[in-house]
């Protein structure tokens, strides 16, 4: 394995487990597939982060169990099953410069969605189901093409009204959780994630803990802005070189 793709193993792990230290929120996850895709297929970007994703979920959902809404999850997970469908027949038959170009719109809505994540609470909305059932399709299929599902799905959340900082993360954390498991399904069948795929990144699963005590810690001792900046830099960078180069 070339260093190259090393350091970038290590880097991405470690961006999985700043995300689950609350360091950035969804933003390091967003930067995760742009930067494995600067040494693998886009495919093989995609697929190759879930494992990693899948092994912090069980860390995030030892501290937040039972502190989900059950509603939300009923209403947004069926639609997400359909959304991950469409999005894992995509990742498995596009051509890898068209994926390339998908996930570098998807990278930059995620820095378009941060941007504007903190007038969302203040937006007057009146609660509709199919709004609930769109943010399930669009999470589901944001996630399994190019994981990046949590801009509609956190839009969504934060529009619900008395939603509290607990309830919605550990909401967040089951909905994920399932979703992730369900691509682990679909990858496989679709063959886009084979056994040898999920060794070569194995390796890194211990770096996934040690990030997010690494996100505690920083947020501890540093502005946590400081941080999200640099990785909304970091997303815009790489958004438009996948998209345009």
Same mark, same amino acid.
Request: proline residues 7%; glycine residues 8%.
């Given at each position: 394995?070339?260093?190259?793709?090393?350091?970038?193993?290590?880097?991405?792990?470690?961006?999985?487990?700043?995300?689950?230290?609350? *360091? !950035?929120?969804?933003?390091?996850?967003?930067?995760?597939?742009?930067?494995?895709?600067?040494?693998? $297929? @886009? =495919?093989?970007?995609?697929?190759?982060?879930?494992?990693?994703?899948?092994?912090?979920? &069980?860390?995030?959902?030892?501290?937040?169990?039972?502190?989900?809404?059950?509603?939300?999850?009923?209403?947004?997970?069926?639609?997400?099953?359909?959304?991950?469908?469409?999005?894992?027949?995509?990742?498995?038959?596009?051509?890898?410069?068209?994926?390339?170009?998908?996930? !570098?719109?998807?990278?930059?809505?995620? %820095?378009?969605?941060? *941007? $504007?994540?903190?007038?969302?609470?203040?937006?007057?909305?009146?609660?509709?189901?199919?709004?609930?059932? +769109?943010?399930?399709?669009?999470?589901?299929?944001? =996630?399994?093409?190019?994981?990046?599902?949590?801009?509609?799905?956190?839009?969504?959340?934060?529009?619900?009204?008395?939603?509290?900082?607990?309830?919605?993360?550990?909401?967040?954390?089951?909905?994920?959780?399932?979703?992730?498991?369900? @691509?682990?399904?679909?990858?496989? $069948?679709?063959?886009?994630?084979?056994?040898?795929? *999920?060794? $070569?990144?194995?390796?890194?699963?211990?770096? &996934?803990?040690?990030?997010?005590?690494?996100?505690?810690?920083?947020?501890?001792?540093?502005?946590?802005?400081?941080?999200?900046? *640099?990785?909304? %830099?970091?997303? +815009?960078?790489?958004?438009?070189?996948?998209?345009?180069?």
């Amino acid at each position: 394995m070339a260093p190259e793709t090393i350091f970038i193993f290590v880097v991405v792990a470690l961006l999985v487990g700043l995300s689950k230290g609350g *360091l !950035g929120g969804p933003v390091p996850v967003s930067l995760t597939t742009p930067l494995l895709s600067l040494v693998l $297929s @886009k =495919s093989e970007a995609v697929a190759l982060v879930l494992p990693l994703l899948m092994f912090a979920d &069980v860390f995030a959902l030892y501290f937040y169990w039972g502190k989900w809404d059950m509603r939300y999850l009923r209403l947004m997970l069926p639609s997400a099953l359909l959304g991950i469908l469409l999005g894992t027949l995509l990742l498995a038959t596009l051509p890898d410069d068209v994926l390339g170009r998908i996930i !570098g719109a998807f990278t930059l809505i995620a %820095v378009i969605y941060k *941007l $504007s994540n903190n007038r969302i609470p203040t937006l007057k909305y009146s609660p509709r189901a199919w709004h609930g059932y +769109f943010a399930g399709w669009a999470s589901g299929f944001g =996630s399994s093409l190019a994981n990046a599902g949590a801009p509609p799905f956190t839009a969504y959340m934060l529009l619900q009204p008395n939603m509290n900082p607990v309830m919605f993360i550990g909401t967040a954390t089951l909905f994920f959780a399932i979703v992730n498991a369900l @691509k682990l399904i679909g990858y496989i $069948s679709a063959d886009v994630m084979d056994i040898n795929l *999920l060794l $070569s990144i194995a390796w890194t699963a211990p770096l &996934v803990p040690f990030g997010v005590w690494l996100g505690r810690r920083i947020i501890e001792r540093m502005e946590p802005k400081i941080f999200e900046n *640099l990785m909304m %830099v970091l997303l +815009f960078l790489a958004g438009i070189y996948l998209l345009f180069f």
